[in-house]
């Protein structure tokens, strides 16, 4: 059959319903390829300059009408006749000018296997990048301790170790927390759980201690306002309970936050896209200042648009006597507001006599998140504390966490660490 090497395969059916939605890919193809020198030789010549411009106006609205797909097929898969010669003779070994029922199983094998070649790289090509993507978290973690002398600024680092001196990198408090509540029987199945944060988009990033506890747990109740305080009242918890795993347990987390920026400066940060040192928390640190501005004769902040604001300031500020004597102000400031947040926190706790109705065991974490511009977001923990449906009390700290933070020398004295690793008898 001397025509056979000329032979056109037949059109495919239901392949024209098709191109309309195709066109547009096409398009950007014919576009890309064009009569551009890098186009291969042995794919044969280059498309017709005019391709371009006809599958561009089928796109735009002719439809198959415009770009019918046999032409389209002939004008984009031309092959000139040197590559149809070796590609007839590599299955033509008798050379008898035509192909055999033999010679086109030889075909129609290496067609299959080609095609199980590529599922079989497409799918672990995909593999891979599962892997690579399930690991990046793991090597980013590695990569804050192996590297951090290379990018974390001293003076903060420095800063850090003065006034929170038992901070941790973000996925080791994960890391510890989950360690011993599965322990416990905790698992993503069977624990709801709950964090109060302050709402900063600093708090947000990628593979710091929001999105990594929410990872490990699955979804989270949000019960945070500013400056990480659980505004959403009795009503929230409540409502947050009431989805409580039968017989499962409850996890909740809460955390003010604190910036510490590259110069050592507690209580601001360089914000993504800024130029300037902005305040962290600035709930906290508008609570301070407001406070110190009213003491000087200055308006105090009392809008029934800022509640949430008045909140804080009203319970922040007895509990500033003594912010002379400390090391840092605003580390100071930090451990007052952790003092309210965990007030709030426990009392609404005990303002609700059917929790152990709804859970069998529930478990508080406590802390202030330190939020850094290099070198990863740290988690300086202050309470880790479980409780059970028989009212048996359990302090986790140790277990987790290690030795407590001795905080006197930065807070100016005994009595202000004390209320700070005080648990209000929840």
């Known amino acids: 059959m001397a025509g056979a090497r000329r032979c056109r395969a037949p059109p495919r059916r239901g392949g024209r319903g098709l191109v309309p939605a195709a066109l547009a890919s096409a398009a950007a193809l014919a576009a890309a390829v064009g009569p551009s020198s890098a186009w291969s030789t042995s794919c044969g010549p280059a498309p017709r300059p005019r391709l371009a411009a006809r599958v561009a106006r089928a796109a735009k609205g002719g439809g ?143 593979q710091e201690l929001v999105a990594l506890m929410q990872n490990e747990w699955g979804e989270a109740f949000a019960l945070g306002g500013l400056g990480g305080l659980p505004f959403a009242g009795k009503s929230g918890f409540e409502a947050f309970l009431h989805h409580t795993p039968v017989k499962g347990k409850v996890l909740i987390c809460f955390a003010p936050h604190v910036g510490i920026n590259t110069d050592g400066a507690v209580g601001s940060i360089l914000r993504e896209g800024q130029l300037k040192n902005s305040t962290a928390c600035g709930a906290a640190v508008g609570a301070f200042n407001a406070i110190r501005k009213s003491d000087s004769g200055g308006s105090d902040l009392g809008s029934a648009y800022d509640a949430q604001e008045k909140y804080i300031v009203d319970n922040m500020r007895p509990l500033l006597e003594g912010v002379e004597d400390s090391q840092d102000k605003m580390a100071y400031v930090a451990y007052q507001t952790y003092n309210i947040a965990r007030d709030l926190m426990l009392d609404t706790l005990k303002s609700i006599p059917d929790i152990y109705d709804w859970c069998d065991e529930l478990t508080v974490v406590g802390g202030i998140m330190i939020n850094r511009n290099r070198g990863g977001d740290f988690f300086q923990p202050l309470m880790f504390e479980t409780k059970t449906k028989d009212g048996a009390a359990t302090d986790l700290y140790q277990q987790a966490f290690g030795d407590r933070p001795d905080l006197a020398q930065i807070l100016g004295s005994e009595t202000k660490a004390k209320q700070v690793r005080a648990s209000a008898g929840w």
């Open 64 to 206: 198959a009408a415009a770009v019918d797909e046999d032409w389209l097929r002939d004008s984009i898969g031309q092959v000139d006749d040197k590559e149809v010669d070796r590609l007839f003779s590599k299955y033509d070994p008798d050379s008898s000018n035509s192909i055999d029922r033999e010679e086109f199983q030889e075909i129609a094998k290496e067609m299959k296997y080609d095609a199980f070649r590529r599922t079989a790289l497409a799918v672990l090509g995909s593999a891979l990048g599962g892997v690579w993507v399930g690991t990046l978290g793991q090597q980013y973690q590695i990569a804050q301790k192996l590297f951090r002398g290379f990018y974390a600024s001293p003076p903060a680092e420095r800063a850090m170790k003065t006034f929170f001196p038992t901070a941790l990198l973000a996925n080791d408090v994960n890391s510890a927390v989950a360690d011993v509540l599965t322990k416990r029987g905790y698992t993503p199945q069977n624990t709801l759980y709950a964090q109060s944060v302050c709402p900063d988009e600093i708090n947000s990033k990628a």
